[in-house]
């Protein structure tokens, strides 16, 4: 039961990372701005696509907190819930912004990164902005057992989105 917690407690996360795409958008979160003659992020990653998986993960956790209380109350669960799905796109501009500099295009793999980006970046803000409640929620082993589950989970998603037309790469 405690591993079906760990991954209950991270799916706002999951869904934040998963829907960005869903909202496209046109304005790139860099402008279409270069640092050092490379995109800071790329193309792909828009303002639009940002606000709307923020939104669709806290979403998401606000439904699962009705049903299941476990983000906290209040301002409380906004904040946990904003952490862990801002940290998860965070994240993953995070790895964009370190493709672009070692040279891998757009939609390029790169093994291992592109399934945990998300997942490392919805725990370093949940831990540093709600420490208490990250603390008291997950353990070493939940966070072990989420670093091995997420690539193989991620591979799966991605591969549906990409069947359904709606990733570009299976990624």
């Not at 639009?48 to 301002?75: E, I, T």
């Not at 725990?123 to 082993?141: G, H, P, V």
């Amino acid at each position: 039961m405690s591993l079906l917690y760990a991954i209950w407690l991270i799916f706002p996360a999951y869904v934040a990372n998963a829907s960005a795409v869903l909202f496209k958008g046109k304005i790139p979160i860099d402008f279409g701005k270069t640092w050092r003659g490379k995109p800071i992020f790329g193309k792909g990653k828009t303002w639009r696509g940002l606000a709307g998986g923020v939104a669709a993960g806290m979403m998401v956790g606000l439904l699962m907190n009705l049903a299941y209380p476990s983000f906290g109350n209040g301002m409380e669960a906004f904040l946990v819930l904003f952490c862990l799905s801002f940290g998860a796109l965070a994240g993953d501009l995070i790895k964009s912004f370190i493709k672009r500099r070692i040279g891998k295009k757009r939609g390029e793999k790169w093994l291992i990164a592109d399934q945990i980006d998300f997942l490392l970046g919805s725990f370093l803000f949940s831990f540093l902005f709600t420490r208490d409640w990250f603390l008291t929620n997950f353990k070493i082993y939940h966070i072990i057992f989420l670093l091995i589950f997420t690539p193989l989970i991620h591979l799966a998603t991605n591969i549906l989105a990409y069947v359904l037309k709606l990733k570009k790469v299976p990624w």
